[in-house]
């Protein structure tokens, strides 16, 4: 029973290049989530779902997309990385009123 | 003024001291509250909710006082193993439906031999 994984634990972008963040969970949990941490700053909620083929923008949604076609899995792109970009970014479902993160994705965009 | 604020501190504490912790909130409308523990480079864990009666898991206690809009976690008999960030959340209902959860930026204590 995994939880909640994300993929790729690192990766290290050029400014302007795109990827994507994978988060898949195995507790059947209607909503998923995608923040983001900095030194200095709470976690920010960047988007999440109430449920399969649902999102919605939190508070720092600029610069990322998400889709959510499958219930176990929640994807978050960046298009075109910034440096402003650089975080850790955590996934999380709830269920029972409590959170539940993944291990996080350490993200540096140079 | 930040919705959900924390002291950063560090808080170094002696093995087995007493530690206490605030967080103050600033919209009277929140209407849950949660202490979550982050080990360095690790995810956020839920530590415990925090109940209006108050309540205690083993040598954890959380308080809430409404009036004042903060909450506290206190930590007996400090452990090495205690040592970690603490995050405040607050969850509030938001007009039109929904809820927003909102972080702390956390208060981290370092418990020393």
């Known amino acids: 029973n995994a939880g909640v994984t994300q993929t790729p634990k690192f990766r290290v972008l050029k400014t302007g290049q795109s990827m994507t963040l994978l988060c898949a969970q195995d507790m059947n949990h209607e909503y998923m989530y995608w923040y983001r941490q900095d030194p200095g700053m709470g976690l920010r909620l960047i988007h999440y779902s109430v449920g399969e083929g649902t999102t919605a923008k939190g508070e720092v949604p600029d610069g990322y997309n998400v889709s959510r076609l499958k219930k176990q899995n929640f994807l978050l792109g960046l298009e075109s990385a910034a440096p402003s970009q650089t975080s850790v970014y955590f996934c999380?479902?709830?269920?029972?009123?409590?959170?539940?993160f993944g291990e996080g994705s350490r993200l540096t965009v140079l | 003024r930040k919705e959900v604020e924390q002291d950063p501190g560090p808080f170094n504490v002696p093995e087995g001291a007493t530690v206490a912790f605030n967080c103050t909130y600033s919209?009277?409308?929140?209407?849950?509250f949660f202490w979550y523990r982050q080990d360095c480079r690790k995810e956020p864990k839920l530590l415990m909710s925090v109940y209006s009666s108050g309540n205690e898991d083993g040598r954890f206690t959380a308080q809430l006082n409404r009036a004042s809009q903060y909450i506290s976690l206190l930590i007996r008999d400090s452990k090495l193993s205690d040592s970690a960030t603490y995050l405040c959340?607050?969850?509030?209902?938001?007009?039109?439906?929904?809820?927003?959860?909102?972080f702390g930026t956390g208060t981290q204590l370092k418990v020393e031999l």
């Open positions: 999380a479902t709830k269920g029972g009123g409590e959170l539940f």
């Open positions: 919209n009277s409308a929140s209407q849950s």
């Open positions: 959340v607050v969850n509030r209902g938001l007009t039109g439906g929904g809820n927003k959860l909102t």
